[in-house]
């Protein structure tokens, strides 16, 4: 949105907008740069968060599995929703204080009948950095109705780093 939608002219209540602020007056690139940010601007509106990354595959490898991370004194807690997959299905690796979930969800069916799908079939990777130093060899991964949770446990030295700050007022 720029700052002329703001301004309440324009063609639908009959004004006009001032001589002074038409673009045939200003400078023709700025006028073209505006142009082509406007045009990128409709285009992109619609994709919303589905937006694939740059250099990634689709949009399934996006953002996807969903993830939702809690952060408690003692432990961190992953919670990935995957539905539609088996827990052979899922890998779950940490390394140098980054936690990757990856695998792969297969369609069940040929594609001979299908006319219409929004389902998401392929590969994934998600790639979590925790910030924080954890017991590796303390590490629980439990799946139940298709939504994985990864416990961390922190180590000593991670929670005892952790320092209040009184807020003032």
């Not at 006028?31 to 406007?38: A, D, I, K, M």
């Amino acid at each position: 949105m720029s700052v002329r939608d703001l301004i309440p002219w324009g063609r639908a209540n009959g004004n006009q907008v001032p001589s002074g602020l038409r673009d045939d007056n200003r400078d023709p690139f700025l006028s073209l740069h505006r142009e082509v940010n406007r045009l990128f601007d409709d285009v992109f509106r619609g994709f919303g968060s589905g937006l694939p990354t740059f250099g990634s595959g689709s949009a399934f490898s996006a953002g996807w599995p969903r993830i939702e991370i809690s952060d408690a004194d003692k432990e961190i807690k992953v919670t990935a929703e995957v539905p539609g997959l088996e827990e052979t299905d899922i890998e779950v690796l940490l390394n140098d204080g980054v936690l990757t979930l990856k695998g792969e969800k297969r369609s069940e069916s040929e594609d001979k009948g299908r006319n219409f799908s929004e389902r998401y079939y392929g590969r994934f990777e998600r790639r979590i950095p925790l910030g924080v130093e954890v017991k590796d060899d303390q590490v629980d991964a439990r799946f139940k109705n298709g939504v994985l949770t990864v416990t961390l446990p922190k180590s000593e030295k991670a929670q005892s780093q952790v320092k209040r700050i009184a807020i003032k007022s």
